[in-house]
């Protein structure tokens, strides 16, 4: 079973397009063929100077932070799959914690943002996590395992494998505390076991689970040793091009 790492960088609302174009002049220098997907998602103002700067990289793609789940109509401040789909975006995130935190984005809404992903041949990054008080009371695994039964729902199970989940610990998330390399790969281990029973061994097998939260140069290299542990989301060490680089140098699997 042998999966492509994926590195994907969360700019989140940093980087206007004057910067998104001076990272991608000092990014694009770096010689990123590594045998490893990378994906940068940066905010909407700024994907269309990044799809420009990209051109002819065939190894790094875009990816929006979220996106609505309808292709058009009255929903002033959103942002349809269609309309990405002609940047052209390839990936979308789904379900961060802080849309789900600031935003009151419910488990219904992702599963939605998902099904419209899938349609639209986009490629979901699907966010879970626990917080540190579910963590503290031992509740992690079957919280994170219902955020992606939820997810999932009425998803086709031919459509799995195209979808990529991101482990992210919220306590873990801009703290500079992770989760131990030991505790990301428990956890995201039984993700797929539950993948799995959603589907079957080879689909589960092929589906990329990435791990996020204080990722860094540092500590990248234990958490991909892992099993289970398909690359990284990658929130404040992506906003600069030469830790973003490292990051994905050392995710070689
Ligand atoms: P940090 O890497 O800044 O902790 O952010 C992680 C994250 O939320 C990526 O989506």
């Known amino acids: 079973m042998s999966r492509k790492p994926l590195i994907a960088g969360n700019w989140k609302m940093n980087n206007s397009i004057s910067k998104t174009r001076d990272f991608f002049d000092e990014f694009l220098k770096k010689p990123l063929d590594q045998g490893v997907d990378i994906v940068i ?12 700067e990209i051109k002819g990289h065939d190894n790094v793609h875009l990816g929006a932070q979220n996106m609505h789940w309808e292709d058009k109509g009255a929903y002033t401040g959103e942002i349809s799959p269609v309309m990405l789909r002609e940047i052209p975006c390839d ?31 986009l490629i979901p990054i699907v966010c879970v996590g626990e917080t540190l008080e579910q963590r503290e009371q031992g509740i992690t695994m079957s919280w994170v395992i219902s955020q992606v039964e939820k997810a999932l729902e009425g998803v086709d199970e031919k459509q799995l494998k195209s979808i990529v989940f991101a482990y992210e610990p919220i306590w873990a998330i801009g703290t500079g505390k992770t989760a131990s390399d030991d505790d990301a790969q428990q956890v995201i281990s039984g993700i797929r076991n539950k993948i799995g029973e959603f589907s079957n061994a080879e689909i589960a097998g092929n589906v990329r689970i990435l791990y996020g939260g204080s990722v860094k140069p540092g500590n990248i290299e234990g958490l991909i040793k892992k099993p289970d542990i398909d690359g990284a989301l990658v929130g404040g060490a992506s906003l600069d091009a030469e830790s973003f680089f490292s990051i994905i140098s050392l995710s070689r699997k």
């Open 41 to 52: 998602c940066p905010p909407f103002t700024a994907i269309l100077a990044a799809a420009e």
């Open 91 to 121: 990936y979308v995130i789904i379900g961060h914690s802080e849309r789900r935190q600031y935003f009151a984005e419910t488990d219904e809404m992702v599963n939605k943002k998902v099904k419209a992903a899938l349609k639209h041949n």
